[in-house]
C-alpha cells in the first residue's frame, strides 16, 4: 500500500514538472555571426538582423546595407557586443546616437540581478564604412548661339579623380564612463520603453533628413530582441535616448 502511494505521488510530481511552462529562447544563435558572449566574428558582422523571430513569426526589419554598415562600423569600433545573436546572460538596452555634426556615441544600460549600471562610450569619428570617390567637375563652355562647346572640355565622367576617401572603417574610443544606478531608475527607463511602445514598433521607421541624427535602441531581454531606429524623432521615442542621455551626464546637442 505504501509502495503504491509513493508511486501515486511520484507520478503526481513528473506531471506537474513536465507542464511547467519554459520561458522561450529566440535568439538564432548563429555561430558565423558572433561568438555566445557577442564578439563578432569580424570587423565585417553586422549588428542589427534582418529578420527576428517573436513568438510563432518572422518579422523583416526592412534596414538596407547602407544603414548595416554604418552602424555596424561605428558598433564595432565602440568594442561592443552583437545583441540579436544570443541572449548574454544579462538585460541590456542599448541606444546608438548618430548626429549630422558630432560624434558617435553609444549608450548600454545593464541590468544585472539587482544591480544597473550605464556605460557611455563616444568615438573621435565616424569610421569611413564605404570608398567614395571625389570627381573635378569642369564647367561646360558655353558658345555665344547659346549651344555648349564639348570640343575642349571633356565628360565629367571622363575626368580624373581628385581625391579618394578609403573605406578604413577605423576610430578610436575617446570616451568610455560607467555609471551605477539603481533598479528604480531601470523601471523608470522601461515605462518609457513600454509607453513608446517600442516593442510593437516598425523596426525601422521611413524617414530621414540630411542636418539631424539616427536614433537606434535595442532591447535585449532574456526571452526577446528588438530594436527601433528613427531619424532625428520628436516623439515618445525620443523620450527613451534622452533619458539615458540625461544619466550619463553627457553635456553635448541634442538633436
Known amino acids: 500500500m505504501t509502495k503504491n502511494i509513493i508511486t ?19 535568439y538564432p544563435k548563429d555561430t558565423t555571426v558572433s561568438g555566445t558572449n557577442g564578439t563578432p566574428k569580424d570587423s565585417l558582422s553586422f549588428y542589427y538582423p534582418t529578420t527576428i523571430q517573436k513568438d510563432t513569426q518572422i518579422f523583416k526589419t526592412d534596414i538596407d546595407t547602407f544603414m548595416l554598415n554604418w552602424f555596424s562600423s561605428t558598433l564595432y569600433f565602440a568594442q561592443e557586443p552583437i545583441l540579436y545573436n544570443y541572449y548574454l546572460g544579462h538585460d541590456i ?28 562610450k563616444e568615438l ?6 564605404m570608398k567614395i570617390t571625389y570627381v573635378k567637375f569642369i564647367l561646360p563652355i558655353i ?18 579623380v581628385d581625391s579618394v576617401s578609403k573605406a578604413d572603417r ?10 551605477q544606478l539603481s533598479e ?6 522601461e515605462k518609457i520603453i513600454t509607453d513608446c511602445s517600442f516593442w510593437i514598433s516598425k523596426p525601422c521607421v521611413e524617414s530621414f533628413g540630411l542636418d539631424g541624427s539616427r536614433w537606434i535602441i535595442e532591447g535585449h531581454l532574456k526571452s526577446k530582441y528588438w530594436f527601433v531606429n ?4 520628436n516623439d515618445n521615442f525620443r523620450k527613451a535616448g534622452e533619458y539615458l542621455i540625461d544619466k550619463s551626464g553627457l553635456k553635448e546637442e541634442v538633436y
Open 8 to 26: 501515486f505521488f511520484l507520478g503526481l510530481l513528473f506531471v506537474s514538472c513536465s507542464e511547467t511552462p519554459i520561458d522561450k529562447d529566440y
Open 93 to 120: 538596452y542599448r541606444f546608438l546616437w548618430l548626429r549630422s555634426f558630432h560624434r558617435p556615441v553609444v549608450f548600454s544600460l545593464h541590468k544585472y540581478g539587482d544591480k544597473v549600471w550605464l556605460t557611455t
Open 124 to 129: 573621435d569619428r565616424q569610421p569611413n564604412f
Open 143 to 160: 558658345l555665344p548661339n547659346g549651344e555648349i562647346d564639348t570640343t575642349e572640355s571633356k565628360r565629367n565622367d571622363e575626368l580624373p
Open 170 to 179: 577605423k576610430a578610436t574610443i575617446v570616451l568610455n564612463e560607467t555609471k
Open 184 to 189: 528604480t531608475e531601470w523601471k523608470e527607463f
Open 230 to 233: 528613427k531619424w532625428s524623432p
